[in-house]
């Protein structure tokens, strides 16, 4: 008898929210050489790899953070994000489909219903970037469907 495989193991779904990156700067702050930190904060500041030589005391940074969480959304703001569901098992996958839909205390929105791929090798991927503006206050839910 052959051991049925649940085909929704086999592949991996990944959901990433899409942030502009904020712009790093160094923690600015000035001292007269007289007063009781000499120029301990200079020296700091100095050191610090995110300062601009020759502008330190502005706080301007060269360097980009991207979002270490998901973050907060507010009402009118459009939440962007990533979906990529991928195949990471020696097994190839026949007839893979993706439905992702938001769901809120009133509605349902599917965002996107992606069609039905042939076959899923070793390492291919199903991208869907999606983007919907949040009308309504309270709790989302976003769901996943593969099959």
């Not at 300062?51 to 953070?65: C, E, K, P, Q, Y």
């Not at 979906?83 to 992702?100: F, G, H, L, P």
Request: net charge negative.
């Amino acid at each position: 008898m052959e051991k049925q495989i649940d085909v929704k193991s086999l592949l991996t779904i990944k959901v990433l929210r899409l942030l502009k990156p904020t712009l790093v700067g160094p923690l600015a702050l000035a001292c007269d050489p007289h007063d009781l930190p000499g120029d301990l904060w200079e020296k700091e500041l100095n050191a610090d790899v995110t300062s601009v030589t020759g502008i330190d005391a502005l706080s301007l940074g060269n360097f980009l953070r991207l979002p270490q969480g998901f973050g907060n959304m507010y009402l009118g703001e459009s939440f962007s994000s990533y979906v990529v569901v991928q195949n990471e098992s020696q097994i190839m996958v026949t007839d893979a489909s993706c439905k992702v839909e938001l769901q809120t205390q009133t509605q349902k929105f599917v965002l996107a219903n992606k069609k039905t791929v042939e076959e899923m090798k070793f390492g291919t991927t199903i991208d869907i970037v999606m983007n919907h503006e949040i009308k309504e206050m309270g709790k989302h839910m976003y769901t996943k469907q593969q099959n």
